[in-house]
């Protein structure tokens, strides 16, 4: 069983940052980071293979939005930059055994989940 815990979430005006990070208390093959806006499906923002040596990006927030580990602290973080409005959600982090990081885009793959981080952008 893993442990995620998301921490970070705030309030912030658009074109402002926020960092995202969430502890992991096991390891797992890689790790994502999804968002859900009021009324939407949960969407992939981005995901990293344990070692951080793989990432992919959502194509619509890529350059905007890094991911990154830190193995030695067992976390994983969201660098968000240049935020909009639209960016407004609550933010999950998981973790996923399945190795196949082609996959990792895929909500379903991941076995386990944070309850998330509410980030709201401001106009």
């Known amino acids: 069983q893993v442990q995620l815990v998301e921490s970070g979430g705030g309030l912030v005006q658009a074109g402002g940052s926020l960092r995202l990070s969430c502890a992991a208390s096991g390891r797992s093959y890689a790790m994502g980071w999804f968002r859900q806006a009021p009324g939407k499906e949960r969407e992939f923002v981005a995901s990293i293979t344990w070692g951080g040596g793989m990432r992919y990006y959502s194509e619509s927030l890529k350059g905007r939005f890094t991911i990154s580990r830190d193995s030695a602290k067992n976390t994983v973080a969201l660098q968000m930059n240049s935020l909009k409005p639209e960016d407004t959600a609550v933010y999950y982090c998981?973790?996923?055994?399945?190795?196949?990081?082609?996959?990792?885009?895929?909500?379903?793959?991941?076995?386990?989940w944070g309850r998330g981080t509410q980030v709201t952008v401001s106009s």
């Open positions: 998981a973790s996923t055994t399945f190795a196949a990081f082609r996959e990792s885009t895929k909500p379903s793959i991941y076995n386990y």
